[in-house]
């Protein structure tokens, strides 16, 4: 188990752009999760899946966000039309689906910088 | 809506000191409640988390946080403060989603030790 990984760790856009970024989770892990955190604030919650279906994205940003988990493994975290405003770094979590609670392990992040 | 405050943005402890960080939550119903911690460059790491019965919860890396339900708070502790526990730290609390609300983070508290 090597834990979550993001993929790129760090991209540079121009304001304008289309971005992706990808989260591999822990094997087995039913829930995915997204956030945002921007400078000296905590990791803001986006959107939540179970396995493939996602359960609850009406906390994206805005349209421009969209994210997928077509085969309840990896997800795509989509930005588009990127503003200056999104900079920012994103992070990926994972827990199992157990016992009533829910511990998330948390990848390393994808920092994103607009220009 | 859940919410985290976490009042100190930076705090300075000496090296062997005793450290103390605080936080106070906002739920209607009995929490799950976690502290995390980022080193730079580094992913969320989770310290410990508090779901129900003992309210002292000890953690890794020394670390122990008390539940008290009177006061809406779950400060985090630790005897004896070492130079690699300079960090961001992260009090977090679990909606009433089943998971589907994601985390509620605090802005976070920069721990700093002096030598």
């Known amino acids: 188990d090597t834990g979550v990984s993001q993929d790129p760790r760090h991209k540079i856009t121009k304001r304008g752009q289309n971005v992706t970024f990808r989260c591999d989770p822990i094997?087995?892990?039913?829930?995915l999760y997204w956030y945002r955190q921007t400078l000296g604030q905590g990791p803001e919650f986006l959107t939540y899946?179970?396995?493939?279906?996602?359960?609850?994205k009406s906390r994206l940003l805005s349209d421009r966000f969209s994210a997928e988990r077509p085969k309840g493994s990896f997800s795509t975290l989509e930005i588009q039309r990127t503003e200056q405003g999104d900079s920012a770094m994103y992070l990926c979590?994972?827990?199992?689906?157990?016992?009533?609670?829910?511990?998330?392990?948390f990848g390393p992040g994808t920092r994103l910088t607009v220009l | 809506a859940q919410s985290v405050t976490q009042p100190d943005i930076h705090i300075t402890v000496s090296e062997g000191a005793s450290l103390e960080l605080r936080c106070n939550y906002s739920y209607g119903a009995t929490p799950y409640l976690f502290w995390y911690v980022q080193s730079p460059g580094q992913g969320l790491q989770l310290l410990l988390k508090?779901?129900?019965?003992?309210?002292l919860v000890q953690g890794i890396k020394g670390f122990e946080a008390e539940f008290k339900r009177s006061q809406s708070s779950f400060n985090l502790r630790k005897p004896s403060v070492h130079w690699s526990d300079a960090a961001e730290y992260f009090c977090a609390v679990e909606g009433s989603g089943g998971g589907a609300d994601g985390l509620t983070f605090g802005k976070g508290t920069h721990l700093i030790i002096q030598p």
């Open positions: 899946f179970q396995n493939e279906a996602q359960l609850e």
């Open positions: 508090y779901f129900s019965g003992d309210t």
């Open positions: 094997s087995e892990h039913n829930r």
């Open positions: 979590a994972s827990s199992p689906l157990a016992g009533g609670y829910n511990e998330q392990f």
